[in-house]
């Protein structure tokens, strides 16, 4: 028998989190206070090494979020008014958002029901004179199919500007997301795979003269105090964040191996509860999902929520409304019926929380709930 309220399944124990860190963490944060350099200083250029170094990519900027990053990449690649940017509609607003800011317009591709990532093979319709880039987004640590992308750019000469927000350590075919496109945009928000105590992004480049850009960009176009090449705007990594990310960094690879051995078991304890109405996710047999979040197709998806929440359980949904029906879209034109498949999604998806530090027992407590709100 259940009884009421038996605990609680936050979607994030930070502090847990905190306590294994805890003396590297405040020891790092009191030299750079002592130091007193502040802005790009040694922890920052350890980090951009560090974390390029991990991704494979060439070079890396470290940037003040994820939606900078993506800015930052739209800006260096001189994508502006008049531009079309193909993307998903299925996303964090941010994604949207910079391409507007940029000053484009952005093109939506539906996704494919089972990955939630958009359909490489129907970007090719959308492309015309105006299109200057491909903007896919590995959704919840899923890898898009990189290899179509690239071709299709290839092909077409567009630019591949990567949102890897979700999707630290994400590989596809093997070769870790970021790296594949001109730039490949991290975000560090704290709940992110890899999150500072704070705001922070980061650029991957492949190619020298493509990372200079944007380090010239996140700092008002100068790569030398007060000697400004173009406008640029402000946009850098704190110090204080890098040295918490230096830290951090070191335990990336087991906080993934945590989320995917965390997001298997909930298969199992879903199959093994006979939940078949359920849609567990899928993974790309070509790619290794990093479980940014676990997200299952759900009949009466916002009463199952609420449940949910009753039961003191963080589950959430990722994202209630496509991208073309946010009414700071509007004056794109765009209206329902646009991307069946996101609209869909966004009606039917929900997160259960999955995060490196949970147990066994948060995760028997999540299924049981769920069961019980099918099954009585
Ligand atoms: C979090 C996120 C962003 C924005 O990152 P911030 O660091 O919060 O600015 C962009 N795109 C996606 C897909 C995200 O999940």
């Not at 630290?168 to 496109?181: A, C, E, I, N, P």
């Amino acid at each position: 028998m259940i009884s009421e309220r038996l605990k609680e399944v936050p979607p994030q124990r930070f502090g847990v989190q905190f306590e294994a860190m805890r003396e590297e963490i405040m020891a790092r944060i009191e030299r750079v206070c002592q130091k007193g350099q502040f802005i790009l200083g040694p922890e920052v250029k350890a980090f951009e090494e560090t974390f390029a170094r991990w991704l494979g990519a060439g070079h890396g900027i470290g940037v003040a979020s994820g939606s900078d990053a993506l800015l930052l990449a739209l800006l260096a690649l001189e994508i502006g008014p008049g531009d079309e940017v193909i993307t998903t509609p299925f996303t964090y607003f941010a994604t949207g958002e910079s391409i507007v800011r940029a000053g484009a317009r952005p093109v939506f591709v539906d996704i494919d029901p089972k990955t939630y990532n958009l359909r490489a093979d129907k970007i090719e319709e959308k492309i015309n004179a105006r299109t200057k880039a491909i903007l896919p987004v590995h959704i919840y640590g899923q890898p898009c199919r990189m290899d179509a992308v690239l071709d299709l750019a290839a092909r077409k000469r567009l630019a591949v500007v990567e949102d890897c927000a979700q999707a630290h350590g994400t590989l596809w075919s093997g070769r870790k997301v970021g790296t594949f496109g001109d730039y490949g945009c991290f975000s560090f928000y704290p709940t992110k795979n890899l999150g500072a105590y704070g705001d922070g992004g980061f650029v991957a480049a492949r190619e020298d003269a493509r990372a200079l850009e944007v380090r010239i960009l996140r700092s008002h176009g100068a790569l030398k105090k007060y000697h400004h090449e173009k406008l640029g705007i402000n946009s850098r990594l704190d110090e204080i964040q890098a040295a918490i990310l230096n830290v951090k960094l070191k335990f990336l690879d087991q906080a993934l191996a945590a989320r995917r051995q965390r997001a298997h078991r909930y298969n199992e304890l879903l199959r093994n509860a006979g939940l078949t109405e359920i849609q567990t996710p899928y993974e790309e047999p070509q790619g290794f999902h990093t479980y940014h979040l676990y997200v299952i197709r759900a009949p009466r998806r916002d009463a199952l929520l609420q449940h949910l929440e009753k039961s003191g359980i963080g589950a959430g949904v990722y994202y209630p409304f496509p991208l073309h029906l946010e009414k700071p879209f509007a004056f794109l034109g765009y209206g329902k019926g646009l991307c069946p498949e996101a609209e869909k999604a966004s009606l039917e998806t929900l997160a259960l929380p999955l995060f490196p530090e949970m147990t066994d027992d948060d995760q028997d407590y999540v299924v049981e709930r769920v069961a019980q709100f099918y099954r009585g």
